[in-house]
């Protein structure tokens, strides 16, 4: 099959390899449909010793069963793969599992391929009339939909209702739409770069600014700088939460002192439950998160040129989705 192989710091090539094999319990698909993450760049970068070369890199995907009883039938992934029995598994919080691993990271290949092997448990069927483009987003709508949902959970009565989103990638934008999926209705997003701002104003209808002021009950930081840990520090308002999601920076940036003073909680969020991640699939089927047209579809031929793309911020659309076929 082919697939994009990621070699060293920002080498990306599309070569031949064997085919993914399923084990017991699991489907072979034929991925139609993947986009690429901000996880994928830090490993494209050479910033994540989590992925090391070579590696088929790609979490995001959507495609069709091969083989079987479920022969074409269309399916959205859930990427992360976990043991299903123990303690967190047991409790719903499978994002918790001591075992869990997820495609694009070793011992299990991503989805920059023309297949992928998933276990049956982490397919999620697609109606007919949802493009698979579409569906493709359940993987980092999931991401925000589960940080969004701790957030609103943590908040207590009597902190303001308006909520910060900081970063207006994929993860930022998704995490807007899910705070008014969710029952927020005054939502700010901070965004930098003035294309994508322009974006996300226009194509989505956000209330989008350069840089975020003012107090907010609920604060998102999808980018996970230590720039960005200082403006949640500093725009979460007293008894608020801060849910960060963003990998960007490991240290640095939270104020300590005011988090405290202010009793502002703070919620680390990694992936997503399972529940989760069917709840937004459903959402997406439901179009709770709006038309989902924000994306910018390439072939997997190009891969490497998109890549590109994003490292010299030459594109605009949150997210760029790759065709395996093209």
């Not at 989590?50 to 269309?74: C, D, F, Q």
């Not at 959205?76 to 123990?86: D, F, K, M, R, Y």
């Not at 959970?153 to 934008?173: H, M, N, W």
């Not at 994508?196 to 609920?218: D, I, K, S, T, W």
Request: net charge negative.
């Amino acid at each position: 099959m082919k697939a994009l192989i990621y070699e060293g710091p920002e080498t990306l090539l599309l070569r031949e390899v064997p085919d993914a094999e399923p084990r017991a319990g699991e489907e072979l698909v034929r991925v139609l449909a993947v986009g690429i993450c901000g996880s994928d760049m830090h490993a494209y970068l050479g910033h994540d010793a989590r992925r090391p070369a070579p590696l088929i890199l790609g979490h995001e995907p959507a495609g069709v069963i091969v083989g079987g009883p479920r022969e074409g039938e269309r399916v959205t992934i859930n990427p992360l793969v976990t043991c299903g029995a123990c303690e967190a598994c047991r409790a719903g919080r499978e994002n918790l599992c001591a075992a869990r691993q997820i495609i694009s990271m070793p011992p299990r290949e991503g989805a920059f391929a023309e297949y992928v092997a998933m276990p049956v448990r982490n397919l999620v069927s697609v109606p007919s009339d949802v493009a698979l483009a579409k569906a493709a987003l359940a993987e980092p709508l999931a991401v925000s939909w589960h940080a969004v949902r701790l957030a609103v959970e943590a908040r207590k009565q009597g902190v303001p209702g308006a909520a910060l989103v900081i970063g207006g990638g994929a993860i930022g934008l998704a995490a807007a739409l899910a705070l008014a999926a969710q029952g927020v209705e005054d939502v700010t997003l901070s965004e930098p770069n003035p294309a994508r701002r322009a974006y996300l104003a226009e194509r989505c209808g956000l209330h989008v600014v350069e840089e975020a002021a003012g107090q907010f009950g609920l604060v998102i930081d999808a980018v996970g700088y230590a720039a960005t840990r200082a403006i949640a520090s500093a725009c979460a308002a007293p008894g608020g939460v801060i849910a960060h999601v963003g990998l960007g920076e490991d240290a640095d940036g939270l104020d300590i002192r005011r988090m405290t003073l202010q009793e502002i909680t703070f919620i680390g969020t990694y992936t997503y439950t399972a529940h989760d991640f069917r709840d937004t699939a459903q959402a997406i089927f439901d179009g709770r998160l709006g038309p989902l047209d924000w994306t910018e579809a390439r072939g997997l031929s190009e891969g490497a040129t998109a890549f590109a793309d994003l490292r010299a911020g030459r594109v605009a659309a949150p997210k760029i989705v790759l065709d395996p076929a093209g």
